[in-house]
Nanobody, 120 residues
């Protein structure tokens, strides 16, 4: 089982920056892709960015050019660096990990979410 703990959310003015962190812990064979999703009030959860263990990244169109998703495999930690933030980035941000259990079963884990609010 993988536990994901997010941190770094908060209130930021438009145009500002914020960095989210997500640390994975627990017992597992390996962690494959990790990613960030977000859910704004009244909307469905949507992809923000993902990164594989090998470093291949995928970004939502809304995140391209403004967000990056670095990953530290040694620490089982993924980050979301968000720049040029807009009011429409306001949402609860969730960390996601696709991992392989010791039984070799592929599973998915979600963090508890961290609130990001962009407002002046």
């Amino acid at each position: 089982q993988v536990q994901l703990v997010e941190s770094g959310g908060g209130l930021v003015q438009p145009g500002g920056s914020l960095r989210l962190s997500c640390a994975a812990s627990g017992s597992f064979f390996s962690i494959n892709a990790m990613g960030w999703y977000r859910q704004a009030p009244g909307k469905q959860r949507e992809l923000v960015a993902t990164i594989t263990g090998g470093g291949s990244t995928n970004y939502a169109d809304s995140a391209k050019g403004r967000f990056t998703i670095p990953r530290d495999n040694a620490k089982n930690t993924v980050y979301l660096q968000m720049n040029s933030l807009k009011a429409e980035d306001t949402a609860v941000y969730y960390c996601n990990a696709e991992y392989v259990h010791w039984s070799r079963i592929a599973l998915t884990s979600w963090g508890q979410g961290t609130q990001v609010t962009i407002s002046s």
